[in-house]
């Protein structure tokens, strides 16, 4: 199975809205509502922030959005501030297991 | 809840390595847990999963036959194996809970990471 696919990067000032996409096939991301997305600061362990496409775990800044069309799972970062910026990593399920993204940096400039 | 992994390892090629990941604070058969893989500079990538009530054990095809994961329920501790160490297994590895019991939905619970270092 093949990772999912991220733009490598994306970028935005402080307030505006990004949105970072994650890309994969009607066998895994357009198969089954399994989306779910990281957050991984440097040297730290990757954090939940959106599960089943659009569901935040609590504790999640509400700044955080997921959604879904087709094979493309997407990921919305609204307002965004100067501690949004890490790797991000979508996964999906896929035939008894899991496929993670190729990740994302995000850059607040 | 928290999963609490063993300490940093060097090994080298072709030795066997056990680490492990102890789970508390909530019931460790009723929830999955994950291993996942990171590799110097690289992504995550998702291993394998087991499920402690009855080892019910799933692993991705990447790492099918590379690793072998485990569990004793008797002491609350998941176990990830290599029994030939290559250097290409160089790589810090995280245990990790889904939110639910389901094993396909979001990692919640992440372990510290045990950073595995093999070299001759």
């Known amino acids: 199975q093949s990772a999912l696919t991220q733009p490598a990067s994306v970028s935005g000032s402080p307030g505006q809205s990004i949105t970072i996409s994650c890309t994969g096939t009607?066998?895994?991301?357009?198969?089954?509502?399994?989306v779910s997305w990281y957050q991984q600061h440097p040297g730290k362990a990757p954090k939940l922030m959106i599960y089943?496409?659009?569901d935040r775990p609590s504790g999640v800044s509400d700044r955080f959005s997921g959604s879904k069309s087709g094979n493309t799972a997407s990921l919305t970062i609204s307002g965004l501030q100067a501690e949004d910026e890490a790797d991000y990593y979508c996964?999906?399920?896929?035939?008894?297991?899991?496929?993670f993204g190729t990740g994302t940096k995000v850059t607040v400039l | 809840v928290q999963l609490v992994q063993s300490g940093a390892e060097v090994k080298k090629p072709g030795e066997s390595l056990k680490i492990s990941c102890e789970g508390s604070?909530?019931?460790?058969?009723?929830?999955?847990i994950a291993w996942v893989r990171q590799m110097p500079g690289k992504g995550l990538e998702w291993m394998g999963i087991?499920?402690?009530?009855?080892?019910?054990?799933r692993y991705s095809p990447s790492f099918q036959g590379q690793v072998t994961i485990s569990a004793d329920k008797s002491i609350t501790t998941a176990y990830l194996h290599w029994s030939s160490l290559k250097a290409t297994d160089t790589a810090m590895y995280y245990c990790?809970?889904?939110?639910?019991?389901?094993?396909?939905?979001?990692?919640?619970?992440w372990g510290q990471g045990t950073l595995v270092t093999v070299s001759s």
């Open positions: 087991i499920y402690p009530g009855d080892s019910d054990t």
């Open positions: 990790a809970r889904p939110i639910s019991n389901s094993p396909w939905g979001g990692i919640d619970y």
């Open positions: 996964s999906s399920y896929t035939s008894s297991s899991t496929v």
């Open positions: 009607s066998s895994d991301v357009g198969a089954y509502n399994y």
């Open positions: 604070g909530y019931s460790f058969t009723t929830y999955w």
């Open positions: 089943d496409v659009s």
